[in-house]
């Protein structure tokens, strides 16, 4: 069984920076693609990002181009996602997810989630 574990959420001011981190256990990390999504309140979720298998490959939603970098440790099972120039709009629960096929943006296409961390810009 795979099991993902977000952690670094927390609130911050905007402007501000936190590092998300998912733990991935099991001895295949290395052959997921990895992705983080977030959903604020009333609202469905989104992607946010996405890094291939060797971490060669990243992309990102339009709205967090220049101040979301993910990458990924496959030593050490972890997906990272470093949070810059935080915005209110920012605010929702972070999620990682791990994809054994496809590199896509569609949720629906992941096959394991973690529980979520919270995430918070005050203005």
């Known amino acids: 069984q795979v099991q993902l574990a977000e952690s670094g959420g927390g609130l911050v001011q905007t402007g501000g920076s936190l590092r998300l981190s998912c733990a991935v256990s099991?001895?295949?990390?290395?052959?997921?693609?990895m992705g983080w999504f977030r959903q604020a309140p009333g609202k469905e979720r989104e992607f946010v990002s996405i890094?291939?298998?060797?971490?060669?490959?990243?992309y990102y939603t339009d709205s967090v181009k220049g101040r979301f970098t993910i990458s990924r440790d496959n030593a050490k099972n972890t997906v990272y996602l470093q949070m810059n120039s935080l915005k209110p709009e920012d605010t929702a629960v972070y999620y990682c997810?791990?994809?054994?096929?496809?590199?896509?943006?569609?949720?629906?296409?992941?096959?394991?989630w973690g529980q979520g961390t919270q995430v918070t810009v005050s203005s």
């Open positions: 997810a791990a994809g054994i096929t496809t590199y896509s943006t569609r949720a629906e296409n992941y096959n394991y």
């Open positions: 099991g001895r295949t990390f290395s052959t997921y693609n």
């Open positions: 890094i291939s298998r060797s971490g060669a490959y990243t």
